[in-house]
Each structure stands twice: as structure tokens, then as C-alpha cells.
């Protein structure tokens, strides 16, 4: 029963990652296409922990943890992006 469940699961969260797929190819802005790719990045360590639980293993742990430091990671530079219009800060005063 479990095993059922899993795989309704992961049908849902393929067809939501498509539906996040048009949003990034059509978003209106580029905020709604960041916002579109890091739910994407959420379905697959959702995706990727599912599979682990059907496959019953450890092994993708690793995988899970980098998925997620890499969608926060790009989350945060693109909120510092459009707030300051730049990722890495120059300090304008000591250029040399």
C-alpha cells in the first residue's frame, strides 16, 4: 500500500515540476521564474527523497542535502541581486 502511494506521489510531483518548467520558460518576470526554479529545486529533493524511501536506502542523503544548500544558495543571491542590483559587494573606497 505504501509502494501505491509513493508512486502517486511521485506522478504528482512530476506533473507539478512541468507546470513550474512552463512557469520558468513563461514567467512574466523574473522574479516569478526564480521563485519557479527554486520550487523546482524543492520537487526534486522531494522527488529524490521519495525515491529513497521506495528504494529503501540512505544513499541519496548526500544528494538531498546538496540539492537543498544549492536552491537556498541561489535563492539568497537573487534576493541580494535585486535588492542592491549586484551579488558581490565592492568596497568602492579601498579600490587600489
Do not use: C, W
Not at 2 to 31: Q, S
Not at 51 to 75: H, K, N, Q, R, Y
Amino acid at each position: 500500500m505504501l509502494d501505491i502511494i509513493i508512486y502517486v506521489a511521485l506522478a504528482i510531483l512530476v506533473l507539478a515540476m512541468l507546470g513550474m518548467l512552463y512557469r520558468v520558460v513563461k514567467g512574466p518576470t523574473t522574479a516569478d521564474r526564480v521563485i519557479a526554479l527554486d520550487s523546482i529545486g524543492i520537487g526534486l529533493i522531494s522527488v529524490v527523497s521519495l525515491l529513497s524511501i521506495l528504494l529503501d536506502t540512505t544513499m541519496f542523503f548526500e544528494v538531498i542535502l546538496l540539492l537543498g544548500i544549492l536552491a537556498f544558495i541561489g535563492t539568497v543571491a537573487f534576493s541580494k541581486f535585486l535588492e542592491k542590483g549586484e551579488i558581490i559587494q565592492h568596497d568602492r573606497n579601498n579600490d587600489l
